[in-house]
């Protein structure tokens, strides 16, 4: 009988180790597997075949295969960094568009690229100038940050009334009031712009999409263009929305 209980313990003791080699293996093939899972693949190569990766790629061809349906004056193809080509819009051709909206305070009804004339009554323009519907929020956020005291003219520019020791902000302002830089400024929340695929001018709210965003920029030549944040849910401080403004840029 002692004999029998002996060889049962020995085959239960075998057939208990068997289980965990099983298990131990089973663990380690997981393993393994979950590693090559998530291990990125080396030398994949990238199919130069492909449109947006061909060197000489064309406007024409980026439209074709995209379904861009602009102008072809209003594209630029560009490279990401693995080396794909897009389209984008021209940066000049986004700032007349922005501007031609501040200007006429709604959407553009010519064609993006047809909208220079507001660009060119611009020319050899410096200083500021605010957009006549925000004028009066600007000068409060002015008043809110400053230490000097400004006015705006018939004209639309920013007149500094007494230059004496201001703070970082006055001596950026006096910066640019004496430099050869325009700066535009529209304090809407939202703007019009030139959509990528179509060509065609869409609104483009963007403090709605991001309460947190200060202002959209863009730029040409000496000219700054800035549409700012209302800051209508006032998320953001005075001090944010002037900096990125003067300071940041």
Sequence with gaps: ?????????????IILIAI?????????????SQIIEYTPQEGVEIDKNQVAYQENVTVDELKADVGATGDNSIYDVTSEYDGRKILTIKPEVQFNVVLAGIIENQMPEERPENLRQYDEDFQDKTGIWIAGNSQEAFLELLNNTTQNTYSINSDGYLVCENATNGNEIDEKIQNVLNGEDLYIISMTGTCYVADEVSGEIVEYPFEQMDPYQTCEYYEKDNKKLFVVTTNARNELSNEEIITSIFIDK
């Design 1 to 13: 009988m002692k004999k029998y209980i002996k060889y049962v313990i020995v085959i239960a003791v």
């Design 20 to 32: 965990a080699i099983y298990f131990f293996n089973r663990k380690n093939e997981t393993e393994e």
